[in-house]
């Protein structure tokens, strides 16, 4: 008899439990309307994406450092991927985000240039709150889960186009960190061509990814970080309110600044121009998810 109530809990753990779990799935599904598709009426078609396979890849940790009261560089991480990274080949384009705005869904953006009428450039001119904006009416429009990258996701799907932050100076004497500083932001303004060029002038990366490190740095929902690990009173201070964008160099924005020119810039150069591309939630539940959370 314990043999047949083993193999008995057995047949109810492998058959019956999942089909249960994928009935009450579906009935969450239903209540979400994500049964089917994506709604009615779209007006966005799903964007072209690259899969980034899963790796062990090396990663600048953002945020400032200091060492004993001065400015050092950040620890450099090793960061094992186990999943893929589904995310967008293409910044998003001006053309797509005009369809927002033109849902009510976006606010217009700030007009940096008096770019030609093609719209298949990069949207620029938005902020974070735009960015945001976007990517919950794509989902609502697509029937799927599109959200900002983190700065660690940027740099795995970037691969060697990420910038390193890194000054490469340990030295105690802070003139020497400034002097390093002035001449990388210098060569930086002698190279620079601001206005936004069409959808892949800056080519592929080693795993297809386009544009990246070009002149539209890409904003991202990691937060600024201060941190002081071995001082006697370790600070390591967060704000939200200030994001990291990626692009030939990191930098950190106030979230509503759509004209990085202004002298908003928190730390860092001020980047070219601000867009940004989305990353897709492959997760079978992730619809669900989305669903709960309004």
């Known amino acids: 008899m314990a043999t047949i109530s083993s193999r008995s809990e057995a047949w109810w753990a492998l058959i ?6 994928a009935l009450i799935a579906g009935v969450l599904a239903l209540k979400a309307a994500f049964v089917g598709g994506a709604p009615d009426g779209l007006v966005a078609a799903a964007p072209q994406t690259i899969i980034v396979a899963p790796r062990t890849f090396s990663y600048r940790a953002p945020g400032e450092y200091t060492r004993d009261g001065y400015a050092v560089d950040g620890p450099l ?5 186990t999943h893929p990274l589904t995310i967008m080949k293409y910044q998003v384009s001006k053309a797509d985000y005009a369809r927002c705005v033109e849902d009510g869904a976006c606010a217009a953006p700030e007009p940096e240039f008096s770019t030609p009428d093609e719209n298949d450039v990069p949207a620029t001119g938005v902020n974070f709150e735009d960015a945001q904006a976007y990517a919950a009416w794509l989902s609502r429009e697509t029937g799927e889960v599109w959200t900002l990258p983190t700065d660690e996701q940027l740099a795995f799907a970037a691969g060697s186009r990420f910038p390193d932050d890194a000054l490469g100076t340990e030295s105690s004497n802070p003139a020497d960190r400034w ?7 210098t060569a930086r303004s002698a190279a620079r061509d601001s ?12 795993f297809g990814l386009a544009d990246f490190a070009g002149n539209v740095w890409e904003w991202t929902t990691t937060c600024y970080r201060r941190t002081a690990p071995d001082s006697v009173d370790p600070v390591d201070t967060s704000s939200c ?11 950190a924005m106030v979230f509503f600044i759509r004209n990085p020119k202004g002298g908003a810039c928190a730390v860092g150069a001020p980047p070219d121009n601000l867009g940004f591309r989305l990353v897709k939630d492959t997760r079978w539940y992730a619809p669900l998810l989305r669903a709960l959370r309004g």
């Open 195 to 206: 206005v936004p060029k069409p959808l892949g002038h800056f080519g592929e990366n080693e």
């Open 16 to 21: 019956v439990a999942p089909t249960l779990l």
């Open 179 to 185: 002097l390093e500083r002035y001449r990388r932001e």
């Open 241 to 251: 309110g200030i994001h990291f964008v990626s692009g030939q160099h990191r930098a």
């Open 77 to 81: 991480l090793t960061i094992s991927a």
